[in-house]
């Protein structure tokens, strides 16, 4: 089946700082979303791409469809940034989400 | 963000009982889906509508899960017989249409747990 694989697992950042997630997928797929999974449970869209990279404050996202992978960068990480992060690549009608990564930001 | 409505946010049931959650999609959105994320943070796919068709179902939620999408109504996912392992979230999420090329709008959950 589709294979999603998010790197890293879990991330701890300061506040202020930034690091970058990583999302591969072993076969071709045609757009990817990332989400952000609040302390409720709650699936908040970050991103749709199709291809190419999107920018929202201080998020931006890539997607590479040809070598299969999308990145997501968070800059300037603030407390409310905390959460688990998922990628979900589209492809055979049909979304797959990855393992997730767990940020936490300290203050 | 989403607009995606889902009741009731939390659901404890006993073991055999029916535990029935709702979701109301985005206007407009004909398509909607069903997940279940369990306790590792893993999703699975169980079953999705267009207006009130079935488009796709699992195994498991052809023999234990009813599922409906009525029309003018909230769409709506029943267990029938709740088991322990049935506990965890249930996601519904709405798109434009079927396919690759539609994003999905997720609703905040129900959490499920079977005691």
């Known amino acids: 089946g589709d294979q999603v694989e998010q790197s890293p697992s879990a991330l701890s950042l300061h506040e202020g700082t930034g690091s970058a997630l990583r999302c591969n997928f072993t076969?071709?797929?045609?757009?990817v979303q990332w989400f952000q999974q609040n302390s409720r449970g709650s699936l908040i869209n970050l991103f749709y791409?199709?291809?190419g990279t999107k920018e929202n404050g201080r998020l931006k996202s890539t997607f590479n469809s040809k070598e299969s992978y999308s990145t997501l960068h968070i800059r300037d990480a603030q407390l409310e940034d905390s959460g688990t992060y998922f990628c979900?690549?589209?492809?055979?009608?049909?979304?797959?989400f990855g393992a997730g990564t767990k940020l936490t930001i300290k203050p | 963000n989403s607009k995606v409505i889902q009741t009731p946010r939390y659901l404890v049931k006993g073991q055999g009982q029916k535990a029935k959650m709702r979701c109301i999609p985005e206007?407009?959105?004909?398509?909607v889906f069903w997940y279940q994320q369990n306790k590792n943070n893993e999703f699975k796919f169980l079953i999705n509508?267009?207006?009130?068709?079935?488009?796709?179902q699992i195994d498991m939620t052809e023999k234990r899960f009813s599922a409906e999408c009525p029309s003018n109504s909230p769409c709506s996912l029943e267990i029938q017989s709740s088991e322990a392992g049935d506990s965890a979230l249930y996601l519904c999420?709405?798109?434009?249409?079927?396919?690759?090329?539609?994003?999905?709008?997720f609703g905040p959950g129900t959490r499920l747990t079977v005691l």
């Open positions: 509508f267009q207006n009130q068709e079935v488009l796709q």
């Open positions: 206007k407009g959105h004909p398509v």
């Open positions: 791409l199709a291809s």
């Open positions: 979900a690549p589209y492809g055979n009608e049909k979304i797959t």
């Open positions: 076969t071709t797929m045609r757009a």
């Open positions: 999420a709405s798109s434009l249409s079927w396919g690759d090329s539609y994003e999905q709008y």
